[in-house]
């Protein structure tokens, strides 16, 4: 359905339009103003930086089986057949892979980059970014440091492997030499690229999860968090603050704090190194699958404040992975819909932008559940109201006003520019907002400006048209909330008379 348009013209000028009835000489009334009010779209939209991720796998392979899944091993390729869809899971724009460091450092300052450069172009190739980590180690043997780093510390003592989930003693120099190197190299290659969606940062501990981070020392907890930050100025960092034992929640705070992780004691967003981390959480939706605790009501709301992280959402991504799978829920008799219902609420309380359902079935009957859930996850722009003059001259101002909603817990994290776009059959011009739609947060946005129409732009009527856009293609990037659209992936409002 096209959007409703006000325009206080003559009968004859709707006829014929302003342009025709120019060159027949028919004067043209004095300039009056275009209102626009879209309808608001209820479609499902799939848009970049936020929805479902894939988990070890890109869109269009097949999900795992049963409740396990995959991570931290060298990334695989299915045999792909062209369709994009994913069975019994969302489409995605996020293709999210951990690995583990053995698998990326092969020798001593030697880096597999082929695997994550194919990576990122098949990750292209199917709609999606990448977000990435880099693991130190696992649980298993096979997924251990790197060989060549277990022969050069060999078997270190107990007394030095404080944690349950500590492969290797964080403390020796040589892991935040190499460890940290890699970190750094990563950085230098692959800042700012704009096929990577977020780097997922990782210290210690199993899975690279920080279990113990509160008993690093300053040095190498502060060394290590510097090598992402000085080497990841541009993409998107997010870490996981909440960690620890869960039965001393003293540890959930001592250590995880934001303020221990910044030189200097500076908080999030402030001080000499100012930066915005985004953070994640591991197990949403543990409503008491080990029984003792639940992350769901005796970890997570506490410690999002705790944490001084509270309100990082507004400038960095929030990331959240299931607790299991959807099927690890279903086996749960206690996972009914309305719990289902309640584990999405706190996601969105939360600001979440993008799950990581580790490419696992969505059951049937909590599709309607995800679908909605997906409506409100990270952004959602609806344009209520647009207006702009019925004519305007060559080298002269179009003064033009937009009201927006932002109906999404979350705003957009990428500098993608809000566009108008003049066109017709001889003619295109665009025009680049000075809007930055990275501060759209929730609620209502009102944005003014005044284009200006180059001298040589040809005379005549051109339609009117909107865009979120990729700055640098130049293409439609984002779907807004509303009908309308058109094969090219822009907005009409209306038409403009173009004169001398």
């Not at 039965?247 to 704090?257: A, I």
Request: aromatic share 12%; glycine share 8%.
């Amino acid at each position: 359905m096209k959007p409703k348009t006000i325009l206080n013209l003559s009968l004859a000028i709707l006829m014929l339009g302003a342009a025709q009835i120019a060159a027949q000489g028919i004067p043209l009334p004095p300039n009056t103003l275009v209102k626009v009010y879209p309808e608001e779209s209820d479609e499902l939209l799939l848009n970049p930086g936020i929805g479902f991720t894939t988990f070890q796998r890109f869109n269009g392979d097949d999900l795992n089986s049963g409740m396990l899944w995959t991570e931290g091993l060298p990334i695989e390729y299915q045999d792909f057949d062209g369709d994009l869809t994913n069975k019994d899971y969302p489409q995605t724009t996020i293709a999210y892979f951990r690995v583990n460091w053995r698998f990326l450092e092969v020798e001593p300052g030697v880096y597999n980059w082929e695997m994550i450069d194919k990576a990122l172009k098949t990750a292209a190739e199917r709609g999606q970014t990448l977000m990435l980590r880099i693991s130190p180690y696992e649980r298993d043997e096979e997924k251990d440091v790197p060989v060549w780093y277990r022969k050069m510390v060999g078997k270190e003592s107990k007394d030095k492997i404080l944690r349950g989930k500590w492969r290797i003693d964080p403390e020796n120099p040589a892991y935040l030499h190499y460890f940290g190197g890699m970190i750094a190299a990563m950085g230098q290659r692959y800042d700012g690229h704009p096929d990577v969606e977020a780097v997922d940062v990782s210290f210690i501990g199993y899975w690279g999860e920080g279990d113990g981070m509160e008993l690093l020392s300053d040095k190498t907890r502060v060394g290590l968090i510097n090598k992402y930050l000085d080497n990841f100025k541009k993409t998107h960092l997010i870490f996981q603050p909440l960690n620890g034992d869960a039965t001393q929640p003293e540890l959930l705070v001592r250590g995880t704090n934001i303020a221990a992780y910044w030189p200097n004691g500076t908080h999030n967003g402030e001080g000499p190194n100012m930066r915005h981390l985004g953070w994640r959480i591991d197990c949403l939706g543990d409503m008491g699958i080990w029984d003792d605790f639940t992350h769901m009501l005796d970890v997570y709301p506490q410690d999002i404040v705790r944490s001084g992280m509270k309100d990082a959402w507004k400038k960095a991504p929030i990331a959240m992975e299931i607790c299991g799978t959807f099927l690890t829920w279903l086996e749960r008799q206690k996972y009914n819909e309305e719990i289902v219902d309640y584990i999405f609420e706190q996601a969105l309380k939360w600001h979440v932008s993008s799950f990581n359902a580790k490419s696992s079935p969505v059951p049937e009957q909590w599709s309607p559940l995800v679908d909605e859930w997906l409506k409100k996850m990270g952004y959602r722009f609806v344009l209520r109201r647009f207006t702009y003059p019925s004519r305007v001259k060559r080298h002269g101002q179009i003064p033009m006003t937009s009201w927006w909603e932002n109906k999404g817990v979350a705003p957009i994290y990428k500098d993608y520019k809000f566009a108008v776009r003049l066109k017709n059959s001889k003619h295109t011009e665009v025009f680049f907002t000075s809007a930055d739609i990275r501060n759209w947060l929730p609620g209502d946005i009102v944005f003014d400006e005044k284009l200006y129409v180059p001298l040589d732009t040809p005379t005549g009527e051109y339609q009117v048209e909107i865009a979120i856009v990729d700055p640098v293609a130049q293409n439609p990037r984002v779907k807004l909330a509303i009908e309308g659209v058109n094969s090219e992936g822009w907005y009409p409002m209306g038409k403009i008379l173009v004169t001398d």
